[in-house]
Every structure is written in C-alpha cells, then in structure tokens.
C-alpha cells in the first residue's frame, strides 16, 4: 500500500493570494502547497482522502484515471468542495462515486451541492454519488481495505481520521482523546497536521505536533496541513527529528 500527499497546504494554500514572504515568494517547489487530501494506491485500486478545491489539479497531477471511493475527514471547504469534479470518474464507469463520511457530512453535502442529490430534475452530466455512512465507532471496508476511524477534535468540531493497516493519516487536530489514542497504538507511519508555531484555536502548532507524535511514537512521521507562516521547507526541515519529514505535494511512501 502507498500513500501519496496530493495537498499538503491550509485552507487558503500556498502561495497565497496577494502574500510577498518568504516563503510565498520561494522558487522550491516543496514550497508551493495545494489544500490537505491524499491518495491512497493499494494494488490496482484507488481510494482519495478529500475533495477540496485543487481535487482535479490531484487527480492529474497523479495520473489517476480512475478513482474507487472517496473518504471525507469533514464538510470544511478545502476538503470538500471539489465534489463536482467527480464527474470524470463517473463518465469512465458510468457508476455511481462511492463517500464515505459522516451523516453531518453528508447533509452539508446534501445542503451545497443539492443538484447532485435531487430525485426529480437532475440535470445531465451532474455528478454521481453515493453516500455511505461511518462513525468513529465501526470500522468499514473500501474496496478491500479495512478503515479504522480515528476521531480528533479541530477545535469544537469533530472531525475523523483513518487508520489502514500500520498508517494513519489526521489532518485538521487541535487534540484526541484518550479512547481514540488507544487506535493508534502500533502506527509505524503517520500523517500528522501541523499548522504552524504559534498556538491556535483549532489546530495542532509545532511543537504540539511533534510532543503528539512523541507520544504515538510512528517509526516516522509526516507533517501536513502546513501554514506558510511555517517557513520554507529546506530550513524547518533541518529543525526537526530524524524520524519526522515536512511533507510536501507529492510525498509518497510505502507501509506493508
């Protein structure tokens, strides 16, 4: 099984519009940072962690002609709202896009893309989706692969990982509780959101990350879902443990 990070940027990317730091401005291209989502490649199937804006741009960039399922983390847009561009997935197969996410998932999917849903009306050419409902509490099954739902809190939202085999991937983590911890138990790699350095309201910082990571103990990390107030990637790289990477768009790695 490999995993492969499409996105590893905040809500607003990076570059970001209208910024001239240092790091907006950087010529490496570990540096430039579509929205959070990952693909996860396992034999000849295909399953994507999110849709958010840049989920077409992914899915070429990744030579991913077709797609199995899609697994949602939560309704924020940049995870999201790329829902519509499905469609060429669906025209390949002419079957239906299986989601998987929560019921507050699904109805604000329900809610913004209410043309994809209507029973009566449907324009041609919409999108084909088919929801299917998880929790944190039962573990499912995608296109051979058992799942394990993590929940973690981003802020006062909850908001699920997923644990498939000896990888987990947790994106948009301000903390976990102790009877999710427990799941984690045995992780050899881990994806791991870290927003930036300074404390926030709703995601890990830094150095909340790395003691979070300290306890977890992967055989190596990876850090996502990264801020452009981080700093450039050949410099914070440099900073951190052994085991630790500053991920970047199109890290890919491997676990048995």
Not at 42 to 48: L, N, Q, S, T
Not at 163 to 183: F, H, N, Q
Not at 199 to 227: C, D, F, K, R
């Amino acid at each position: 099984m490999e995993i492969i990070l499409t996105g590893t940027g905040t809500s607003q990317g990076v570059p970001v519009i209208g910024c001239s730091c240092e790091v907006c401005t950087s010529t490496d291209e570990r540096d430039k940072r579509l929205r959070t989502a990952a693909l996860i490649r396992y034999g000849d199937k295909r399953i994507a962690i999110d849709c958010g804006p840049d989920f077409r741009q992914q899915m070429l960039r990744s030579q991913t002609r077709r797609l199995d399922a899609i697994l949602l983390t939560h309704e924020h847009n940049d995870h999201i709202i790329g829902m519509d561009d499905v469609r060429p997935f669906n025209f390949q197969s002419w079957a239906n896009m299986p989601v998987f996410c929560t019921k507050r998932v699904q109805e604000s999917l329900l809610q913004r893309f209410s043309y994809i849903f209507v029973s009566e009306g449907r324009y041609p050419g919409a999108p084909m989706v088919e929801l299917h409902t998880i929790s944190k509490d039962n573990v499912f099954e995608v296109a051979g692969l058992e799942i394990i739902p993590v929940e973690v809190m981003h802020g006062k939202m909850p908001v699920l990982g997923f644990r498939i085999g000896d990888i987990a991937y947790l994106t948009d983590v301000s903390a976990i509780a102790p009877s999710e911890m427990k799941k984690l138990k045995g992780v050899r790699k881990l994806v791991l959101s870290a927003l930036h350095r300074r404390a926030h309201h709703s995601h890990l910082n830094l150095q909340q990350a790395l003691a979070l990571i300290g306890t977890i103990q992967p055989e190596h990390a990876y850090l996502t879902h990264i801020s452009h107030r981080m700093g450039r990637y050949e410099e914070v790289q440099l900073e951190l443990p052994e085991n630790v990477t500053l991920a970047y768009d199109g890290l890919a790695f491997s676990c048995a």
